[in-house]
């Protein structure tokens, strides 16, 4: 029953991740390929969010998640692809947290007007994370 809860949960997430994401319009010639995916999230080290504040950071096959003191670690995930999916999509990341019965599910999508809502800077990626039944949506650098 849970692992059918789990995958019920995923993919809610990737349809929220979808929506919430909107795709631009692009011709073929303008359309990153898989290599240009690769080389985003190789780009891509740190998202955060606010209100609250939270950190994702991301170093080779290991996810770190911090808010409030809570920490949850992911180790020898590698990044999925999105089958069928646009081409704002970079990369999704979803493991059992290190120590703990709970598991992280992470989309990381192409958004070049991200924006912490506290700054006037733009971030060239959108994520959301969802642990448990919270839902993180912030931006990565």
């Given amino acids: 029953m849970q692992q059918g809860i ?3 949960v995923r993919l809610l997430l990737t349809f ?3 929506a919430v994401c909107p795709v631009q319009a692009q011709n073929a010639a303008q359309r990153p390929s898989g290599t240009a995916a690769a080389q ?3 780009a891509i080290r740190a998202c955060f969010g606010t ?3 939270w950190g994702l950071d991301i170093k080779n096959d290991e996810l770190k998640f911090q808010r409030d003191g809570l920490v949850m670690e992911l180790k020898g995930v590698k990044a999925g692809k999105a089958i069928g999916a646009s081409e ?3 990369a999704l990341y979803q493991g059992k947290v290190v ?3 709970r598991f992280l599910n992470v ?3 192409r958004d070049n007007q991200c924006s912490d809502g ?3 800077r733009s971030y060239p990626a959108r994520v959301h994370v969802l642990s448990g039944k919270d839902l993180y949506i912030g931006c990565c650098r």
């Fill in 99 to 101: 120590g703990k019965d």
């Fill in 40 to 42: 985003d999230m190789r």
């Fill in 51 to 53: 209100e609250p504040f």
């Fill in 16 to 18: 929220v991740a979808l």
């Fill in 107 to 109: 989309i990381i999508m």
């Fill in 88 to 90: 704002s999509f970079i």
């Fill in 6 to 8: 789990y995958w019920i």
């Fill in 118 to 120: 506290m700054s006037d």
